[in-house]
């Protein structure tokens, strides 16, 4: 027997998607300091900010595991990364570094695009996903 390789597929950028969010949440976790500098001015308590989105990743992301939870979890994501999208618009606009880390400016203004990026993955999940379809292997 042989799994569909669309459900396959989308099995391992789940999987993907779900550790890259944990990654970045322990990120958070480990440097709070350097990602509350990124954070607009505007927006009050920087660190609490920094904690909420890391704890936020982490629920959401292991929400992506589970059938049940999936959907909602992808939306959240959504929501997660277009709030987050104003503190990468800071770093890139002031040039700022990520705590001592500088990266060089076009990096800075790269990963915006990447933001939309991680939204189309999320939006992978946000979609009815089919039960996996086992196709009969050839005699």
Known sequence: MKIDLHWLVRFK???LLTLFMIASAINHFLTPDAHAAIIPDALPAHRALVYLSGIAQVVLGLGLIPHATRRASAWGLIVLLVLLF??????????????????????????????????????????????????????
Not at 94 to 123: M, S, Y
Not at 126 to 138: D, F, G, K, L, Y
């Open 13 to 15: 950028l789940r999987w």
């Open 86 to 139: 104003p503190a990468n618009v800071n770093m890139a606009i002031h040039d700022l570094a990520l705590g001592e880390r500088h990266l060089p400016t076009w990096v800075l203004w790269v990963r915006l695009p990447l933001q939309a990026v991680f939204i189309g993955w999320a939006w992978l999940f946000t979609r009815q996903e089919p039960a996996p379809a086992v196709v009969p292997a050839p005699r």
